[in-house]
Structure formats: C-alpha cells, structure tokens
C-alpha cells in the first residue's frame, strides 16, 4: 500500500448494460477498490435513458451533462484525472473534462476503448480534426489496446500512447472449465446479433455445411430481423443475453468459438479473450486489431471478413480435423496468458495515474 494515497478521479461506465467496454472497466474499477489504498471519485458516465433495455437505451445527455458539471467541480478535490470512454466519449465529454483538469493543474489520463480511435474524423472537417487531436495531446498519458489504433495517431500523439491489452479474469474452477463430450460439434458466437457482426453471413455459411458440422448456438441481442432469419435456421440454436460471470462458465462446454465481424473498429474483444481462455479454437475475420489477437494457425484461423465461402470451409475443416482443434486450443490456452487481469490490470494502472510501493 501507498503511504500517501493519491486522490483520483476515476470517469468510465459500469453494466448495466453488460456490453464489453463495461465488463472491462467494471473490472479495473473493482480491482482498484481491493488492492489500492487510494481515495477514488467515481462518476459513472454516459448516462443511458434505458441502462435496462435490450438493445439499451441512447444517451441521456441532459444527465450526462449535469454529471459532468459535477465532475468539474470534483477536479480541485483531486491528484489526477483518469477517463475510460468510447472514441465519440472521449473526443466530447472527455475533452471538456481534459481541459477542465488542465485549468486546475491536474494531470490526466486517457483509456479508449476499441481499436481505433481515429475513425471518429472520417467525416469530420480537418480544422475541427486538429483542434480535437491539439486537446488530446494535453492529455499526460493515452492507452489503447491495439497497435494499429496507435499507428493511426498523429506522432505527436503517439509519442504519449501505451499499449495495453484488453483483459478478462480466468475461470475459477478448473472443473467446470473440463470439455463436456457431445454427439455432435458445437461451435459457439457470443455478441451483437447484427449485420456488422456478421451473423448473417454466418447463418448462410453454417447453413451450406449442414448437416456435416453439428450445431451453432448464438449469445447476445440485437436486429428483430437477422433474430428472426437465424432462428428458422437448421442447426442453430439463439439463446439471447447471458450476463458474463455465466458465459465464462458455459464456454468450455463448446468446442469451437467464431466470431465473423465487420467492424473495422474491434479493439481486443472480451469474448475473444474469453474464448481464450477456455482454450477454444478459433475462427475469426482479417479485421484491424483481432489480427493482432489471433494468429492464423497457431491459435484459431482467419479468413476474409464477408466472406461466406470461406468462413463456411474454416468451419468445416476446424470441426472435422480433431488434430488441428487440439493445436489451436492450446495455442488459445498459451495466447491466454497475455491477457489475463492478474498480468493485464497491475500494467494499467501504473499507466493511469496510480503506482503501488
């Protein structure tokens, strides 16, 4: 412990909902609670109209405004000022919060969740893109997860970033983490049940290998249509939400992992991590970031995000070849390791503002 804790003041938004941005942050915000002696300001924000909904509500921001005038007034009760947020938080309200701590003399750090922060600016007018990026460079130190979001940063900005991966506790009990034997192969999504996550083209490729691969099952929430669409589908089975103490447990049951996305923004997903972690192969898309996650053959396979044909033949020879599963699943159980809480989370929070003597 600390003999002169540090007075912080700590901006990021807890679950509900329980997307993956939340599960981190409530992850870092819990850890700082048990192994720091520290006194911490916590100011849950954005603030959503409907935390509860599925999907959950938009912002409310005449709630997050207010918040954020209380934040203000926090600021000179403080050491330093640490802010976790999306790109679209942490390039408005974060910057407001940014030069607030700079007028009072504080420092103040930055954590962007996702992979790439400057995709913000696609349509913006350069003139504004400079003047966000001259306020971001106040900042004293900005973290990312990924390697290509930083390389994307200006070098000015660069010059203050840190990687650090995206994290996820290990499964407790190494019991329930044992493969159950099935009759059939079953491969596993967990995530947005959307277009962009490329659930349609995975309904259509799982679709064209049937009945030879066994059966796919579906977490998350999302598009009343593609719901609708994977559900008449033979085979595949949608389960809806699953809070993430009980999907940690239930992925070691499953056999494969796939995550077909298309966003060109995915940071290091936590469900990818988890998949990890219970030392499922995996089959995932060329997309930004995740590249960075998984290697092609070593611990999952990647193919061209889109990419019906070929998604369906990764599927195909991963349920098929019993050998090739057992190679990639333990490279999944040794790529684990890299980002584990236990290694991940005394890194971060050396970056953020707090150090441990």
Known sequence: MTNNPKRSLLIGPLPPPWGGARVSFKLFYDYLQTELDASTIHFDIPIRKNRGGTPPGSVDHKKTII????????????????????????????????????????????????????????????????????????????????????????????????????????????????????????????????????????????????????????????????????????????????????????????DIFVFPTMYRTEGHPGVLIEAFMAGLPIITTDVPGINEMVIDGENGLIVPSGNVELLAEALNKVASDEELRAKLAEGAKQAATLYDVQAVLPQLRQVLGWEKG
Not at 79 to 103: A, N, P, W
Not at 166 to 184: C, L, N, Q, S
Not at 186 to 195: L, W
């Open 67 to 254: 918040a954020v005038l209380n934040i203000i007034k926090s600021i000179p009760r403080v050491d330093f000022v640490t802010i976790f947020g999306s790109r679209s938080f942490c390039f408005s309200y974060g910057l407001i919060i940014l030069l607030m701590s700079k007028l009072f003399g504080k420092a103040c750090y930055f954590r962007f969740f996702g992979g790439r922060p400057m995709l913000e600016f696609v349509n913006y007018p350069s003139i504004i893109t400079k003047i966000i990026l001259g306020i971001l460079g106040l900042a004293d130190i900005i973290s990312l997860e990924t390697k290509f979001g930083a390389s994307e940063f200006p070098i000015r900005i660069q010059e203050k970033t840190t990687i650090i991966p995206g994290y996820r506790p290990r499964i407790a009990d190494e019991k329930e983490a044992a493969r159950k034997h099935h009759d059939v192969i079953r491969i596993v999504y967990v995530g947005g049940i959307t277009k962009m996550k490329g659930i349609s083209v995975l309904a259509d490729a799982f679709s064209s290998i049937q009945p030879s691969v066994g059966e796919l099952h579906l977490f998350g929430a999302g598009e009343t249509d593609i719901v609708s669409h994977i559900q008449e589908c033979f085979g595949i089975h949608y389960h809806g939400l699953l809070e993430n103490d009980e999907l940690r447990r239930c992925l070691p049951t499953y």
